[in-house]
């Protein structure tokens, strides 16, 4: 049915990197810009999920440079989570070596850095599977590119040349960015998305990775 494959990453092919290393990376990018004690509740809006508005609001709130912080925060969480992939505590999920099984062009598209995605998918020799991988930019910009937008996805599909393209993630946005793109997905319910109630519908759900060849070839009819 389906002539290529794109993969989220985090939460898909590895695990994803632990809310604390995200909260440590923002507060340590408040001290980087001298801002010492800043609040909870700017510091979890930093973490994760940043939209250009939330940046712009806290940097208006402490009187700082939305470029400059964003520098440094996502240099910090980038560096963060490398380390956390050497030291081995952001790996792989156990049905990896299903991408081997699959015999189609497959490609990458996350909503993290493009440098931790790839510093990734090298450490585990994985790279090799894929003909195109995208994650976000450096610049403030890349947060309005970033999924549900379905920019990266684009031109994910783009590279590979091919429009009959199945988008597998594990998150609404994964489900809203293909299908802005045009193109059906898969949601993966993972353990830590076992309870997660959609405002879309996916075209398949599934446990894990082991569940695509059914679909790819055919096997599996796609919900109604």
Not at 74 to 82: E, F, K, N
Not at 176 to 190: E, K, M, N, T
Request: net charge negative; with cysteine.
């Amino acid at each position: 049915m389906y002539e290529a494959v794109v993969f989220d990453n985090d939460g898909v092919l590895m695990e994803l990197t632990e809310m604390d290393l995200h909260r440590r990376a923002a507060r340590e990018a408040f001290e980087r810009v001298g801002i010492h004690d800043p609040a909870a509740e700017h510091v979890e809006a930093m973490s994760i999920g940043v939209t250009v508005p939330k940046l712009q609001s806290v940097c208006d709130h402490y009187g700082l440079d939305p470029r400059r912080f964003w520098h440094e925060r996502d240099s910090l969480m980038a560096r963060r989570q490398q380390a956390a992939i050497r030291r081995g505590e952001k790996g792989l999920y156990e049905d990896i070596g299903t991408l081997a099984e699959l015999e189609r062009p497959m490609g990458v598209v996350s909503s993290n850095q493009q440098a931790t995605v790839e510093f990734g998918l090298r450490t585990f020799d994985l790279a090799g599977h894929f003909e195109t991988i995208h994650g976000r930019g450096p610049a403030v910009e890349s947060l309005r590119r970033k999924k549900p937008a379905p920019y990266y996805l684009e031109r994910a599909i783009d590279d590979l040349g091919i429009t009959d393209v199945l988008y597998v993630g594990d998150s609404e946005t994964d489900v809203q960015a293909a299908h802005a793109a045009g193109i059906d997905a898969a949601f993966v319910r993972r353990p830590h998305r076992k309870s997660a109630e959609l405002s879309v519908t996916p075209e398949y759900e599934i446990d894990g990775l082991a569940e695509l060849p059914a679909i790819l070839d055919g096997k599996r009819p796609a919900s109604d």
